[in-house]
Structure formats: structure tokens, C-alpha cells
């Protein structure tokens, strides 16, 4: 099972802390993509991290503001979201690829296993 926690309500400019906790499995095998998705418009990728030597990669519209980093001895990855704005809302979803990110890490279809996703409303 893989469980994405830690959305909420948030002012613009605020912070938050996701988190993606997989069971039954080891993440250490696999690259973890964070994507997002707002009412009415496609899923699309955030940001991915690579097995092994922990490749990241970020969509250029959070860039500088997302950090996305991986804990293998919790078994969990994290997405530090940092100066939010109203448009980063959406729910946040985490899912695997095995091995590295592929250059198509920004397409859903990529992978192969999802988590239920995380409510992130940034507004004031």
C-alpha cells in the first residue's frame, strides 16, 4: 500500500510537508513521482526522485520551491512544498516506477502503482 498524507489548508506563501509511506514493499527499488491534480484539469507531474543515487526532477512551475527527498530506512518519501500559491491546489497523489525516473516522469501513464492522493488548498 502506498499512503500520501500531510495536505491541508494553507495561506499563500506558506509551507507544507508531504509524505509518501509505502507497506508491504520497500521504496528503495523504485522511483517515487509526486503529481497533482486540480477539479477539471489532467494529472500532472510535480516532481520525481530515483532509486539508488536519488536523481531529482521538478516541473519548471516549482522549481526553487519544491524539494522533493526520500528516507529508505522509513520507507517514505517527502515533498517539502515551500512559498505556496493558490494555483499549486490540488490533490497531491504519490506513485512508483521502478528504477531511475524516466525521461517521461512528468507523464502518469509512466507508472505503475498510485496512492490514494492528499488534499492541498493554498488560499487566504
Known amino acids: 500500500q502506498l499512503q500520501a498524507s500531510g495536505g491541508g489548508l494553507v495561506q499563500p506563501g506558506g509551507s507544507l510537508r508531504l509524505s509518501c509511506a509505502a507497506s508491504g514493499f520497500t521504496l528503495d527499488y523504485y522511483a517515487i513521482g509526486w503529481f497533482r491534480q486540480a477539479p477539471g484539469k489532467e494529472r500532472k507531474g510535480v516532481s520525481c526522485?530515483?532509486?539508488?543515487?536519488?536523481?531529482?526532477y521538478y516541473a519548471d512551475s516549482v522549481k526553487g520551491r519544491f524539494t522533493i527527498s526520500r528516507d529508505n530506512a522509513k520507507n517514505t518519501v517527502y515533498l517539502q512544498m515551500n512559498s505556496l500559491k493558490p494555483e499549486d491546489t490540488a490533490v497531491y497523489y504519490c506513485?512508483?516506477?521502478?528504477?531511475?525516473?524516466?525521461?517521461?516522469?512528468?507523464?502518469?501513464?509512466?507508472?505503475?502503482?498510485w496512492g490514494q492522493g492528499t488534499q492541498v488548498t493554498v488560499s487566504s
Open positions: 506513485a512508483t516506477d521502478p528504477g531511475r525516473c524516466s525521461r517521461a516522469w512528468y507523464v502518469w501513464r509512466t507508472y505503475d502503482y
Open positions: 526522485i530515483s532509486s539508488r543515487d536519488g536523481s531529482t
